[in-house]
């Protein structure tokens, strides 16, 4: 996907303004107006209309860079049965390391969450391989860990004295990492 971070980064580099990127974006069903807001709103995070493959190659054409260079790899695991308090214990060890760093610390990490990130790492990682992308200088950019409630099916009650019952209730998070071309 489309990293709104490095086409900033990379407008302002090559001095390019919103305008010239427009001119090389439109397209039939795109005019240059229409253009102009949407590069806008790309380069803000706002991936509305989400970017095709196609406009990546020509925002990449006229920054004069490769497509690799813009584009970041995500991967997710959702409704992870663990709660969101221990997963993000585990995220904050691997943020802003290599990934062959962040999985062999995610080896060798004694936590149950630990299991669950190197599948998702692993996962965005062989994203970004199918895409060419060098595997040797990806870094773990980001990794965010939401809480997505009470697991399906967990909800129950504990019975306790003089007829009440207390739930329990088992939680589940949503594991997302991202991992970028340095």
Known sequence: ML?????????????????????QLARPGLDKK????????????????????EDVRRLAAALSVDVNDLIDWRS??????????????VTQLIVGRSAQDAMDILKFTRKR?????DKVLKSAVADADEQQADVDNLYVSSAR?????VRVGTKRWMPKD???????SKKACHIYVTVTQA
Request: proline share 6%; with cysteine; glycine share 4%.
């Open 113 to 117: 969450a630990a299991t669950m990130i």
């Open 34 to 53: 229409e253009a102009v807001a949407v590069v806008k709103n790309w380069q803000k995070g706002l991936f509305k209309p989400m970017p095709h493959s």
């Open 3 to 23: 990293s709104a971070n490095k086409l900033k980064e990379f407008c302002q580099w090559r001095q390019i303004d919103v305008e010239q990127l427009a001119d």
């Open 76 to 89: 997710s695991y959702r409704f992870a049965p663990i709660s969101a308090r221990k997963a993000r214990l």
């Open 145 to 149: 860990v939401d809480d997505a409630g």
């Open 162 to 168: 003089r007829g009440r019952a207390h739930p329990i």
